[in-house]
């Protein structure tokens, strides 16, 4: 039985706890929330100092997180505006470091619990390291030498893997030294990819591929084809500057840990049905990765009350928010409004106790 259990699994996301954010012992708290109604971009609205943290130029700065609900991770991107406060032009935010995948974590869901921060934010465990998998990884991102001198501030922005389409936004004050005393070397920086906000466009699921990441960055994952959504698509997987990207041996070369099915993707690969061919039709933002096979009667969700009609496609009653839903054997689903729609987990996952761990 794949019931209850849910205590405490998902109260919330991610937040960067380092460099020190905006509020992140001050009132109003940094919430482990995407931005939304509440916490508007940039930086949902928080732009009280706590702590500056001094960066070098040329140096790497430690970047680490705290957080109960990982979404698998995703793909993130580090970013500098030295407007202040936070401003909401985007055009004013430029990314210094992106990571396709594996950020924060690399998992099949949500990690097992740990000890709240004193704020009493959920947390995981953590891996010590940036390449640990099933915990969270911590990273020393470059900071470019040629960054101007002077108070700025760092953003982290995030785009889950699994669940609904997101954008988390953190941002830390920051001052930086040892640097350029020019701007051209940072107007010359890709603006930070903004999405999953109204008046934005909307990602499709898996991992995303960012569209103009900059020179600086790793792949860690394999983008999903037709992670784009309704956004820009990218021009291929990066190829970073002085960092070998993991061969994936081609674009039609899928790892099958990690990769959603797409619905219509547009590489041909040598199982690609005919149909699938033809019909390059734009994915649905909203629809779930397609269920692989029919699914046992699903147990019923903790909190589940609607009694009937509970196979395949039809939502769950659950809570909170944010939490992962085990449903049968070969499905699970994230909590969103107190309804959990449900979704294949990746082969060779299984789901339990609102944990989804690799078999
Ligand atoms: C990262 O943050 C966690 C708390 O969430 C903390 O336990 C850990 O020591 C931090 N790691 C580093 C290297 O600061
Ligand atoms: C990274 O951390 C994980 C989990 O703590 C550990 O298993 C792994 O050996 C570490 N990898 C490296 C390269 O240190």
């Known amino acids: 039985m794949v019931v209850a259990g849910l205590l405490g699994a998902a109260h919330g996301h991610m937040i960067m706890n380092t460099p020190t954010p905006y509020n ?15 916490f508007p971009f940039p930086c949902q609205g928080r732009s009280t100092v706590d702590q500056t943290t001094t960066i070098t130029a ?12 990982q979404h698998g991770g995703g793909s993130c991107q580090f970013s500098l505006t030295y407007e202040y406060p936070p401003p909401a032009d985007k055009s004013k935010w430029k990314t210094i470091y992106t990571l396709i995948g594996g950020c924060p974590v690399s998992a099949a869901g949500n990690l097992p619990p740990s000890q709240p921060d004193p704020n009493g934010r959920a947390d ?10 099933e915990c969270i990884r911590q990273f020393n991102i470059p900071i470019p030498k040629d960054v101007p001198n002077g108070k700025a501030t760092f953003a ?6 699994i669940g609904n389409r997101e954008i988390y936004m953190n941002c830390a004050p920051i001052s930086i030294t040892g640097g350029s005393d020019s701007t051209a070397f940072f107007d010359s920086l ?9 008046g934005e466009c909307t990602t499709g699921q898996g991992v995303l591929n960012i569209p103009n990441p900059g020179k600086f960055g790793k792949v860690l994952e394999q983008p999903a084809d037709g992670s784009e959504g309704s956004c820009p698509k990218a021009n291929g997987i990066p190829s970073f500057d002085g960092v070998a990207s993991p061969a994936f041996g081609g674009s039609d070369s899928h790892s099958p840990a990690v990769a959603a099915p797409s619905p219509a993707a547009p590489v041909a690969t040598p199982l ?3 149909t699938t ?9 909203v629809t779930p990765t397609p269920i692989a096979q029919p699914a046992p009667p699903a147990a019923p969700a903790a909190g589940s009350g609607s009694g009937s009609g509970s196979g395949a496609g039809s939502a769950q009653s659950c809570s909170p928010d944010g939490a992962i839903i085990c449903i049968g054997a070969s499905q699970f689903g994230i909590c969103d409004h107190g309804h959990a729609v449900p979704q294949a987990l990746a082969p060779g996952t299984s789901c339990s106790n609102g944990v989804i761990a690799r078999v």
């Not at 109003?28 to 931005?35: D, G, M, S, Y």
């Not at 995981?124 to 998998?133: A, E, M, Q």
């Not at 890709?190 to 906000?197: G, Q, W």
């Not at 061919?277 to 933002?285: D, F, G, M, N």
Request: charged residues 10%.
């Open 156 to 161: 982290w922005t995030w785009f889950n893997k």
């Open 272 to 274: 690609a049905s005919p």
């Open 190 to 198: 890709p603006e930070m990819f903004v999405a999953n906000i109204p």
């Open 24 to 38: 992140l012992d001050s009132a109003p708290l940094l919430q482990v929330n995407p931005l939304g109604a509440g």
């Open 58 to 69: 040329g140096q790497t700065q430690l970047v680490n997180f705290t957080g109960g609900a």
């Open 277 to 285: 061919l033809i019909t390059a039709t734009k994915p649905s933002v």
């Open 124 to 133: 995981s465990v953590h891996c010590g390291n940036d390449s640990g998998t």
